[in-house]
């Protein structure tokens, strides 16, 4: 099972990036996604989470719609689009198959990625 990461970058304040995450060696039907990131010297946080059918949804109280999570079950990958991006989003972002993602977050985190770096700073 492997989990990749990819598409964090320096951004300055208010810009956009879209994160992404290929799953390799899971059935996209088999788990729901999750978004986490950590900031240094802060607890990892999440951010968003997708059910196997994008039925379901989350996003954690500090993207205040900002985030959009997706999924393409044929490829394989689930993006994160990130808008209006501030200083404090900066943090390394992980993917990770959860057994769940329901309406208080993801639940059952088996398998993680290594990260992204996402900076964000004029």
């Known amino acids: 099972v492997q989990l990749v990461e990819s598409g964090g970058e320096l951004v300055q304040p208010g810009g956009s990036l879209r994160l992404s995450c290929a799953v390799s060696?899971?059935?996209?039907?088999?788990?729901?996604i999750a978004w986490f990131r950590q900031a240094p010297g802060k607890e990892r946080e999440a951010a968003s989470c997708?059910?196997?059918?994008?039925?379901?949804?989350y996003y954690g109280n500090f993207v205040q719609g900002r985030f959009t999570i997706s999924r393409d079950n044929v490829e394989n990958t689930i993006d994160l689009q990130m808008n209006s991006l501030k200083p404090e989003d900066s943090a390394t972002y992980y993917c990770?198959?959860?057994?769940?993602?329901?309406?208080?977050?993801?639940?059952?985190?088996?398998?993680w990625g290594k990260g992204t770096l996402v900076t964000v700073s004029s």
């Open positions: 997708i059910g196997t059918n994008s039925g379901i949804t």
């Open positions: 060696g899971l059935s996209s039907l088999d788990y729901d």
């Open positions: 990770a198959a959860a057994e769940m993602c329901g309406r208080g977050g993801p639940y059952g985190l088996d398998y």
